[in-house]
Structure formats: C-alpha cells, structure tokens
Nanobody, 130 residues
Framework: QVTLVESGGGSVQSGGSLRLSCAISVFHYHPYCMGWFRQVPGKEREGVAV???????TYAASVKGRFTISRDLAKRNLYLQMDSLKPEDSAMYYC????????????????????????WGQGTQVTVSS
C-alpha cells in the first residue's frame, strides 16, 4: 500500500514563502511522474508542477518562476518550494505519484499536461493573505 503525507502548509502574507513536503511510504521503483496539484472548493483541480523520471520539470504558467519542484528518491520525499506567494495561490495542495496499478477499479487523475496519477495524499492547506 502506497501512502503520501503532505506537510508544510500554513498561512503567510503575500510575498512570503512556504516549502511543502510529501513523504511517500514506499516504492520499489522510480515513478514516471510525481507532482503537485491544488484545489479550491468549487473549482477543478489544477496541476501545479510535475517532475518526471528523467528529472525534467513542468510548471503551470501561473507559478512558473516562483515555485520549484524537487525530490529526494532515497528519502522518498517530494518537495514544492513556493516563493513570492500571492493570494490566488491559496488552496489545498496535494502531492501525487504514478504508482503500481491497484486493479480495475483504480481511480486516476490526469493533469492538464496529460500525466496520470493514481496515488495522492490528503492535502495541506496554504493560505496567502494580501
């Protein structure tokens, strides 16, 4: 069973920084894609950043230049450094990975770049005040 636990969220003022961490319980392979998405109540999920097995990264236009995704596979951790935060960044942030298939009832989510995830955590809240 693969579990993901996010941490590092909180409340900051506009222009501040936060570093989100995601602890992944176990994987015996290198996931093809690992990413962060966010969601505001009443709105669709939005992919924020993704890092692929070749270490290439992709960012949403709204966060490019301000957010940095990274990972430490030895520690099974995924990170999201968020700088120059804006009120519109306020959301619940989730980490997600493409993991082992769990069967025909597996629930997946595909981000706006076409990367598909089947494991994600419970989320960590980020609130940015103006």
């Amino acid at each position: 069973q693969v579990t993901l636990v996010e941490s590092g969220g909180g409340s900051v003022q506009s222009g501040g920084s936060l570093r989100l961490s995601c602890a992944i319980s176990v994987f015996h392979y290198h996931p093809y894609c690992m990413g962060w998405f966010r969601q505001v109540p009443g709105k669709e999920r939005e992919g924020v950043a993704v890092i692929l097995s070749d270490d290439s990264t992709t960012y949403a236009a709204s966060v490019k230049g301000r957010f940095t995704i990274s990972r430490d596979l030895a520690k099974r951790n995924l990170y999201l450094q968020m700088d120059s935060l804006k009120p519109e960044d306020s959301a619940m942030y989730y980490c997600a990975i493409e993991g082992p298939a769990t069967g025909p009832d597996m629930v997946t989510w595909r981000d706006q770049w076409g990367y598909e995830y089947n494991y994600w955590g419970q989320g960590t809240q980020v609130t940015v005040s103006s």
